[in-house]
């Protein structure tokens, strides 16, 4: 998705220790790369095991990324965040840190955001539920974006600072396959599910239903920048 998008600077929020910087690096050995992540100790070792000639890491945190000192001045044509979001608090923090990955975007830039959402889970839990299956809970430290929060600030904010362009489930047939079919027969047979088995690594080959009735917690979402400057996105209200 991101071959099809100006992608000559791209910033990667989150990285964490490098490993999805450096494969847009490979795939994209042209492009200006910067990595940015919360922890000096992902950073080090971003470093030290997936540094490329056309990549740079730094520290920074997504609530301050406009303030961050190796960022000032930059702008991006493509800005990536890939399960940073869901490491914030709450809605409102992860509010916060898409207006402020959209400071650093270039002039119709994008922001792709590859997280995991609530509503994805519950139907994915609806489905286990009709089975017999316990619900999958979200991990202690994450926080899903709310899919119907973040609908209604998309559309206050839509043709005016974001435009969302493109939205995909990803891993529907996944889940339903390794975390439904799968998980029953273990169920059924008293056995744990082992997710080194190879029909999960059968079902990730699996394609997409987009977005009907999303049996997956991960979505893709593509945001395009509007050309409104920084001091007038800054008056603006998050609520």
Request: hydrophobic share 40%; aromatic share 8%; glycine share 8%.
């Amino acid at each position: 998705m991101v071959g099809s998008l100006k992608h000559d600077t791209i910033l990667d929020v989150g990285c964490g220790n490098g490993y999805t910087t450096l494969a847009l690096a490979k795939a994209f050995p042209d492009a200006e790369i910067i990595g940015v992540d919360f922890s000096q100790g992902m950073i080090n070792e971003a470093i030290r095991h997936n540094l490329a000639p056309n990549i740079d890491y730094y520290d920074g945190d997504v609530l301050s990324l406009s303030r961050n000192g190796h960022l000032q001045g930059a702008t991006f044509d493509v800005v990536l965040s890939t399960r940073c979001l869901i490491n914030l608090a709450n809605w409102q923090e992860q509010k916060i840190g898409i207006l402020e990955m959209r400071k650093l975007l270039s002039k119709d830039g994008r922001m792709i955001l590859v997280e995991n959402v609530d509503e994805g889970l519950k139907n994915l839990n609806a489905v286990r539920g009709r089975l017999g299956l316990p619900a999958i809970k979200e991990r202690w430290h994450n926080f899903y974006i709310p899919q119907a929060e973040f609908q209604k600030f998309i559309s206050q904010i839509q043709g005016h600072l974001l435009t969302q362009e493109y939205v995909e489930n990803i891993g529907h047939m996944y889940y339903m396959a390794s975390r439904v079919i799968y998980a029953k027969i273990c169920q059924d047979q008293g056995v744990e599910p082992d997710y080194n088995n190879p029909i999960n690594a059968i079902a990730s080959q699996l394609p997409t239903f987009g977005e009907f009735y999303a049996c997956s917690p991960n979505f893709m979402i593509i945001l395009k920048n509007e050309n409104v400057s920084v001091h007038a996105q800054a008056g603006r209200s998050l609520s």
